[in-house]
């Protein structure tokens, strides 16, 4: 059974997830703290936090989610491009639908 | 908030009352019964703490059919309430909104779903011819937590009260302004508890089924169950994060005043809506594709053929799932979108039509020329086939966006939805119990009394909800607690009661009939029970063994077992046992689910003292797994061979 985690079946301390949990912390203390209290320009902070939130994503890839860790590429290609094919359906398409497919500023 | 303690438990409704009478009378009962047969210590150490994928399986189900009693004296309620009209039945309209918010929100996410995760747990892993899932801990942890979930639903309405937005908890109904008190929080943190179990479940099991195949199993000879749980498994893992994330948005609005789906400063209600049915419609999907599963196993063992068409099933389901999550507009056009938009969504769900289409022909053509026998799940599947069809075809009539300014929330809805979750859903529901019962419990359920509940629920279901469409075109909107003799809907109406009750006896003859069969029907000596063709029916037992197989078999064709049958393979005839590898049991799921329902429901009440308890207790049950080792036990092999030997003679003995 695979019933061990991955740093248990080393021996280890489980120093990935330790780092990764911490550092996906932090990572979002900072993007509150540019949100809530820095002095930039709203464009400025909207690409700081989305680039902040990109890279936490990459960090729980590898960290928790054993990215890089696979056999099987195929498989792992697969899922990345559901998640990115989910990912974009709801985001785009929460944007278009709410917009109503219309651009209310030059109906209302 | 500080509610007095005569507002903190619910007084003064009779219901209420008999309601918080019976659950006092069943807690005292099960703890005299456990304490007096000295149960206890056995419900721990076999069940509760079970890692074991076939328990976990029946944990579930067993749960899944006592939310379905609640559920359904919910809908019986209901329908007494609309018998005839002005009934004073129920009392009011809050009353009414509450039970038909409980009704909706149990069926979809304590009933339906659970079953069907408790029927891949029980099936799956045999299937595909491994020992357990990939994680059995989590499995575990993943029950208790839809467990917990539901229980912290379910007491809400003895306790501070129901919810009553609806299962769709549209905003603004459901924010604080217009549903005051604890109720809706009971929803929003009893659905977020269970959710995580949900998900969690969705990697075990697409995990397990990439990793854990038997040898020779490639993925286009994998049952065609395991296909749908598959599917169904990456549906979850799309969606369920979606209803995680809206759940806690609205959390935020409801406790801490943020204004994500608010009217004022600046929220949007509609995007609540939005999320819901970003989720809620892959949910749908969830639910319905292992149902189509369930019968595409039935159909095959009961036809004695191998499945018409399986590569054009494969795809159909794969289809299935890419475009179950581009319809979910189709709730709400009539929220005014554009006509692009609309029109969009129109034209993805009639598409999600064909490849539905292409699976029940698939099936009728699996059964032309088949030698078929009518046992009592293969007279579901039958069932299945027409009854579904017709709420496939109202689909499609409801997905014409302009249409369906007219029938959007009209007893046609209603229709709809039940014909695809009771012909679908729920007959698979029962279907797949009824077929895996002996693998579950070593003896089958009796036929002639599972012939009668089949009889009488079917027709009571069509007696329900046939009318139903009439009254819809007859302008009469869902979730109207009465309505008045002039507005002509009474006969109709009368009748859906009629049926409601038969379906409501048919499925107490069916809980009879699991006591009847337990108590007296012929135990089972082999593992075949039904003339199987797919791995879960070549163990050595009728029930398996706890490690299922002391051999995994080597599988060389599609429907594995009954190829090992026509060629004389035994699959139990090992030569040389080996040490098997299984997973330990734990407690720790069992009790960091506990905190989860204390936290929960210290946050439902404002209290944030019980809710940071819960938070530490979760966290600390955490950390103690994240720094254990458990690397699980090895079962020797002549333990497995002595096991094996007891079996045999046990059947040779049965077999005289
Ligand atoms: C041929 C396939 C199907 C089509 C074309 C279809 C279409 C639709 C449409 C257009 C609606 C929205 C109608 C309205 O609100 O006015 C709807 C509602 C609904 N459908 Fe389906 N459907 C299909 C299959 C299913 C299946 C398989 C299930 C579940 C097993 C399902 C469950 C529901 C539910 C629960 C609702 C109503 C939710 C609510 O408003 O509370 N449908 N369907
Ligand atoms: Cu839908």
Known sequence: MSNGTAATKKGHFPWKHVVGFISSIVLTLVALWIAFYSAFSVRTIIVLIFSLAFIQAALQLLMFMHMAESSNGRIQVGHILFSAFVAIVVALGSYWVMEFGIHLEHHM | MDPAWDEFIITGEPFILAGQIAILVTTIGIIFILTYFKKWKWLWNEWITTPDHRKIGIMYIIASLLMMIRAGVDAMMMRTQLAAPNMPFLGEAQHYNEIFTTHGTIMIIFVATPFLIGLMNVAVPLQIGARDVAFPFVNNLSFWTFFWGAMLFNISFVIGGAPDAGWSAYMPLASNDLSMGPGQNFYLLGLQISGIGTLATGINLVTTIIKMRAKGMTLMRMPMFTWTTLITSLIIIGSFPILTVALAMQTFD?????????????????????????????????????????????????????????????????????????????????????????????????????????????????????????????????????????????????????????????????????????????????????????????????????????????????????????????????????????????????????????????????????????????????????????????????????????????????????????????????????????????????????????????????????????????????IQRSFSRDDGHIVSAEEVRKEEAEIREGQANENG
């Open chain 2, 254 to 622: 409801r406790l801490w005043d943020a204004a994500f789906f608010t009217l004022q400063d600046g929220g949007m209600p509609m995007m609540w809506v939005n999320l819901f049915w970003l989720w809620g419609h892959p949910e749908v999907y969830i639910v319905i594709l292992p149902a189509f599963g369930i019968f595409s196993e039935i159909i095959t063992t009961f036809a004695r053929k191998r499945l018409f068409g399986y590569t054009s099933m494969v795809f159909a389901i794969a289809a299935i799932s890419g475009l179950s999550f581009l319809v979910w507009v189709h709730h709400f056009f009539t929220m005014g979108a554009g006509p692009m938009v609309n029109s969009f969504f129109s034209i993805s769900t009639m598409a999600i039509a064909v490849p539905t289409g292409v699976k029940i022909f698939n099936w009728l053509a699996t059964l032309h020329r088949g030698r078929i026998r009518f046992n009592v799940p293969m007279v579901w599947a039958l069932g299945f086939i027409p009854n579904f069809t017709i709420g496939g075809v109202t689909g499609v009539m409801l997905a014409m966006a302009a249409a369906d300014y007219q029938y959007h929330n009209t007893y046609f809805l209603v229709s709809h939805f039940h014909y695809v979750l009771i012909a679908g859903t729920i007959f698979g529901c029962f279907a797949g119990t009824i077929y895996w019962w002996p693998k579950m419990f070593g003896v089958k359920l009796n036929e002639r009394l599972g012939h009668w509940v089949f009889w009488l629920f079917m027709i009571g279901f069509n007696v329900t909800f046939f009318p139903q469409y009439f009254l819809g075109l007859d302008g009469m909107p869902r979730r109207i607690y009465t309505y008045f003799p002039e507005d002509g809907w009474f006969s109709l109406n009368f009748l859906s009661t009629v049926g409601a009750y038969m379906m409501g006896f048919a499925f107490v003859l069916l809980v009879y009939n699991m006591y009847y069969s337990y108590r007296y029907e012929k135990r089972e000596t082999s593992g075949d029970a039904w003339g199987g063709r797919t791995l879960e029916w070549a163990t050595s037992s009728a029930i398996p063994p706890h490690y299922n197989f002391a051999q995994i078999p080597e599988v060389k064709d599609q429907d594995a077992f009954w190829q090992m049958k026509q060629e004389g393979v035994d699959p139990n005839g090992v030569e040389e046992y080996q040490d098997v590898h299984m997973p330990n049991h734990s407690g720790n799921p069992f009790v960091m689910c506990v905190f989860m329902f204390i936290g929960g429901f210290g946050l439902v009440f404002h209290w944030w003292t019980i809710g940071i308890i819960g938070a530490l207790g979760i966290f600390a049950c955490m």
